[in-house]
């Protein structure tokens, strides 16, 4: 396997078996394992060395709804590369500002996503590796909004003066662009994760913009055009 030099990986995970594969196909990579309480058996690196911190999230975050050590390592690291690990090729329910992070099924043996990730790293992408944020429509984030505060789809019918038929159909188009194939399962994930799905994400949904640094300059300072 080609090498890669001069990186960091940041593996945010409570899967010590996840790091471990990790870091043992990543030869020459310094690995950190951060738990996701934000807790690191290492010394963290310095944001201020000439390595480059590639922060590894293990989608299984969503699950266990724990995001301090998430928002720790970005306030840490503001211009790392952010990868996650997602928990399958449809899913497409991100926190705020991911427009620019990269994402590899987890599923995925260990070596297949070191090599996915040298990839990445190398910027020898073959494929898409590039997170997908959808953009609801502003009905569509009114529906989406009503429908968690009340998961029945006839009374948000009745209080949106509409027929419930109208209101599945958005359902399924919400779902569908979220990557969801079963509404209790975006519901679950949602409830389960308010502490990143508050209400400046539900509202912001329909006017997704990415503010990270990557997307706003370039390297003589300069503005870029926000990328579509």
């Known amino acids: 396997m080609e090498k890669t030099t001069g990186a960091a990986y940041i593996i945010l995970t409570d899967n010590y078996y996840l790091f471990a594969g990790l870091r043992a196909s990543s030869i020459d990579i310094t690995c950190y394992q ?79 996503l070191s090599r996915c990730l040298n990839k990445i790293v190398q910027m020898k992408e073959e494929v898409d590796f590039n997170v997908h944020s959808p953009i609801l429509s502003k009905r569509e984030t009114q529906i989406f909004s009503r429908l968690f505060r009340s998961s029945n789809v006839n009374s948000v019918a009745r209080s949106m003066g509409r027929s419930s038929k109208l209101i599945y159909g958005y359902r399924a188009q919400v779902m569908h662009k979220f ?31 990415c503010k990270c640094y990557e997307c706003q300059f370039t390297v003589t300072g300069r503005m870029k055009p926000h990328r579509t």
């Open 34 to 112: 951060v738990n996701y309480s934000g807790m690191c058996a290492d010394e963290f690196p310095s944001a201020n060395t000439g390595m480059h911190q590639i922060i590894i999230i293990d989608g299984n975050i969503f699950k266990v709804g724990n995001w301090k050590g998430y928002k720790d390592l970005c306030h840490k690291y503001p211009f790392a590369r952010r990868i996650w690990l997602s928990l399958s090729n449809e899913w497409c329910m991100w926190p705020s500002g991911c427009s620019c992070d990269k994402q590899i099924s987890i599923k995925l043996d260990v070596l297949s």
């Open 179 to 209: 990557g969801f194939h079963s509404p209790a399962m975006m519901n679950w994930t949602y409830w389960h994760n308010l502490e990143i799905f508050d209400n400046s994400w539900l509202h912001g949904l329909h006017k997704l913009k």
